[in-house]
């Protein structure tokens, strides 16, 4: 049955039921299929899309603006320095000022609560295009992706290797609502945050999803039919660059780590990579890799999340 996301913002895939999540990938799915067929699907006309980012992107940009306007509608990018916010307008009085003229906002930022603030004062729905803390609509494409390749979710195993950043966090939420697997290793003091890891084991408890997080990289991809790799220092942390490269340098996907993952894993990575870190030119363009199809589906399952909140 159809569940009514009209209105509703997307700040974290916590917040979104199991149907809601079924629904994003139902409609993403016969989106795709229209987009392929050149079938016109103007089902946002005449909206509006505010597009707000603080921080750099290459597919979040590209992929909204392109699909706002693919609904028949039109997205406007505002840069860190082309709002007031940036001469310290509160998020409240930006989000009600928003609230009319736009029908939707997507915003890139690094404090999360920026996001759930401007979610809280504007009256039309806020789409989260990546925070310090979240990246929902890329896990969101994730599953969908692993859905297409699998035809199932629950059940199979994500090896997460890596920081436990933002992904890793979005990682836990997304695997634990659809009941899949998910084993994170991360060094020691680069864990995934304790709040963001008991959500995850709350909502297990429903879908039957196991929730590891390990430091031992070789012990989390044993058996994984996923492995998803992230950067060793996200935007924001580049001056701990060189620090982090010598702290995750046994944490790189590379033919010798992938041994004991299933023979037909998916390797996986949001992007932007930094190949010969994270993971080597071996695995990312290997068969197995299906980092731009991830990339293409930021598309198709965005245009979904916009059709059904805005
Ligand atoms: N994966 C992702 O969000 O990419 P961008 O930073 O290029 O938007
Ligand atoms: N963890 C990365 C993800 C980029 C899409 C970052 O926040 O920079």
Redesign the pocket.
Known sequence: MAVNMKGKSLVSINDLSHEEIWQIFELSASLKLKQITGEQHHLLKGKTLGMIFS?????????FEVGIYQLGGIGMYFGPNDLQLKRSESIPDTAKVLSRYLSGIMI?TFDHQDVVDLAKYASIPVIN??TDLL?P??VLTDLFTVYEKKKVLKGLKLAYVGDGNNMAHSLLHGCSKVGMNISIASPKDYQPQKLIVDNAIRNAKSSGSKIEILEDPFEAVKDADVIYTDVWAS?GQESESEKRKKIFKNYQVNPNLVKNAKKDYLFMH???AHRGDEVVDEIADSPNSVIFDE?EN?LHVQKAIMALVM
């Open positions: 921080k750099p992107s290459t597919r979040t940009r590209v992929s890139r295009g990546l990246h609509c890329q935007m949001c992007l932007p990339a930021r």
